[in-house]
């Protein structure tokens, strides 16, 4: 597994694990209509098959539907992780 960098303020990392790469492309493709991004980046998800997307939205440079989504939510008292996750 990657280490984990901190991207620039402003900016984050999105991972994309999907079966088909079609599928992952759909979802980046989504993201893009909300934020700045850049160029995907794609791998193998693993043994079993899928995709594995990764890139990098500009939270400061948002379209309408993130933008007043952005606006009206409000930080959490947490670090905002899932229970799933490390």
Known sequence: ???LETPSAGHA???IVAASPESARRVAEALRR???ATEQRSYPAG???GTRLHLTVDT???A???RSWLETSQS???????TDEV
């Open 1 to 3: 597994m990657e280490p």
């Open 13 to 15: 990392e999105v991972r």
């Open 34 to 36: 909300c934020f700045a």
């Open 47 to 49: 043994r079993g098959g």
């Open 60 to 62: 400061t440079r948002t």
């Open 64 to 66: 309408e539907p993130a």
């Open 76 to 82: 959490s008292q947490n670090d905002g992780r899932q």
